[in-house]
């Protein structure tokens, strides 16, 4: 397993523990959603993984290596890409230097990573001398996301991402996370979003109260008839995209 | 009107030196978010290391400003490193308090080291140049100029160095550069070494103009203060933007007002513009 969190407890200094038990995993190219009422700790699960919290006990492995516990910088070093739910630009900064903040650590290719960020992405090409701030909310997602791609993670954590968009700004970009994990990621998505977020996924875990309450194929948890009720509004999964095909 | 173009003159000369430690001002407050009132010691430290660079060892100006700049930032490094720091986890106002404690020591050692007495230069003697109507000083046209020069290379770093970028995105967003790889300890440092080169320079200027003495700093810390206040505390350009405002400010009040009056125009400049612009001419909301 190319992600593998195991037995995360955590949560904020000088606050009871938010996150009691919670195990993630992800292979490459592996699409896994992560999902749970508000309060579960899904959001605090990924800074537990992505080293912004400092977790009280657990693992987390990137390819075998153990970095629980280790500095954000240890972790992005490591190869892993965090996309938070908000603030995830630097607002001030143009969209190209965010692009070039992305690869800090290993800036020799930057240019041609740039470049690849500006094909994938033809919007970021054409703001590339604009502030970040001045960005609309699905157009900063897109640039978060492709900032995170630009260190060339092995594995990639995402939180909300499609958080405030409209349905058609999130629809294409879950169409290109799908992408982004096919050419070898391993993607752990934390989504409010649950419907097409499993729609798009190959796994699922579902969180409550800070600890895993179910897992299992994205098409069974979406199937299962209490996540349905609790999460997805009573209504039934439809396979409308093929996850193959963004 | 001979007198107002004068005044603009000297306006703009005095308002490039006040830019220059107010970059350093900003720049440090953009990245540790604390108000660092030691600058002005910090400019005083630079301009006696300079003065000696050029007076004992027979340095030209632009080497004793370098000289004037690299002693300032490593004083600066210095206070963080053995005070500053530690002070921070009270939080910024304890940082400012510890700050403002050591700018008196800082004094008190220049003072301990050269005396009371002025100190000037070492200077060739030059005539004033007439520019139509205005009259400028040679040193202060060759301060203009470095002040000028070293706001360009500062917004060369900052735009094209990986290590300016990374200043600029601890300042937009900590916990993101760290996700980034940012080494949030790294660009503190030279954050403060930047910026208390940057005071060092501006207090060697201010010493070529005119003259040194241990209060040469202390003079300028309200002005450098109102500066990077008007312009926005957090913003680069904010602070130059608002270093010119002031400086021309000052200048036309003396037009009007005996120049002790001076400092209560900045101070007046830092309510008028903060009613209409609460984050300053260039600078964010706060955070």
């Not at chain 1, 990639?156 to 990621?185: K, M, N, V």
């Amino acid at each position: 397993m190319l992600l593998d969190a195991t037995g995360l407890v955590g949560g904020y200094a000088s606050a009871e523990h938010i996150v009691k038990g919670v195990t993630l995993r992800a292979d490459a190219g592996e699409l896994v959603t992560v999902i749970g009422p508000n309060g579960a700790g899904k959001s605090t699960a990924l800074k537990l993984v992505s080293g912004l919290l400092r977790p009280a006990e657990g693992q987390v492995r990137i390819a075998g290596e153990d970095l629980a516990g280790r500095s954000p910088q240890a972790l992005a070093r490591a190869g892993l890409g965090f996309v938070p739910q908000e603030r995830n630009v630097f607002a001030s900064l143009s969209v190209a230097e965010n692009l070039e903040m992305g690869c800090l650590f290993e800036p020799r290719d930057a240019k041609a990573r740039a470049a690849e960020a500006f094909r994938r992405f033809p919007i970021l090409a054409e703001k590339r001398r604009a502030l970040a701030g001045s960005l609309s909310g699905g157009q900063r997602q897109i640039l978060a996301v492709a900032m995170a791609l630009m260190g060339r993670p092995k594995a990639l954590l995402l939180d909300e991402p499609t958080a405030g968009l409209s349905p058609a700004a999130a629809h294409e970009l879950f169409a290109y996370i799908r992408g982004i994990a096919q050419d070898g990621l391993a993607i752990l998505m934390v989504e409010q979003n649950a419907l097409e977020a499993l729609d798009r996924s190959d796994r699922a875990y579902v969180l409550v109260d800070g600890r895993n309450h179910l897992d299992g194929t994205a098409s069974a948890v979406a199937g299962d008839p209490d996540i349905r009720r609790l999460f997805l509004g009573g209504r039934q999964s439809k396979p409308a995209h093929s996850k193959g095909e963004p | 009107m001979e007198i107002v173009l004068q005044a603009l003159a000297n306006g703009i000369v005095s308002g490039s030196l006040l830019a220059v430690p107010a970059l350093g001002f900003s720049a440090i407050f953009a990245v540790l978010r604390y108000p660092n009132f030691a600058i002005g010691s910090l400019a005083t430290v630079g301009a006696y290391a300079a003065w000696s660079a050029n007076t004992a060892f027979g340095a030209p100006v632009l080497v004793a400003i370098g000289a004037g700049a690299a002693v300032a930032g490593l004083t600066g490094i210095a206070l963080e490193a053995v005070a500053l720091d530690r002070l921070g986890r009270g939080g910024p106002l304890m940082k400012a308090i510890g700050s403002l404690a050591a700018a008196m020591i800082l004094e008190n050692v220049v003072r301990f080291g050269f005396g009371n007495d002025l100190h000037a230069f070492d200077l060739p003697l030059a005539r004033d140049v007439m520019v139509g109507p205005v009259r400028v000083g040679p040193q202060q046209l060759a301060g203009l100029a470095v002040a000028l020069a070293v706001m360009a290379a500062v917004w060369a770093f900052l735009s094209l160095t990986s290590l300016g970028r990374s200043m600029r995105a601890v300042a937009d967003n900590p916990d993101l550069a760290r996700l980034k790889g940012v080494s949030p300890r790294l660009v503190s440092l030279v954050t403060v070494f930047v910026g208390a080169a940057l005071c060092g320079i501006g207090g060697t200027l201010v010493g070529l103009d005119a003259s040194l003495d241990p209060l040469v700093g202390g003079r300028i810390l309200l002005s450098v203060f109102a500066a990077a206040v008007v312009g926005g505390l957090d913003s680069i350009p904010g602070a130059v933007a608002g270093a010119f405002l002031i400086g021309i400010a000052e200048e036309f009040t003396v037009l009007a007002l005996a120049p002790a009056y001076r400092l209560a125009v900045s101070f007046a400049v830092i309510f008028l513009v903060l009613s209409f612009r609460p984050a300053g001419i260039l600078g964010r909301a706060a955070r």
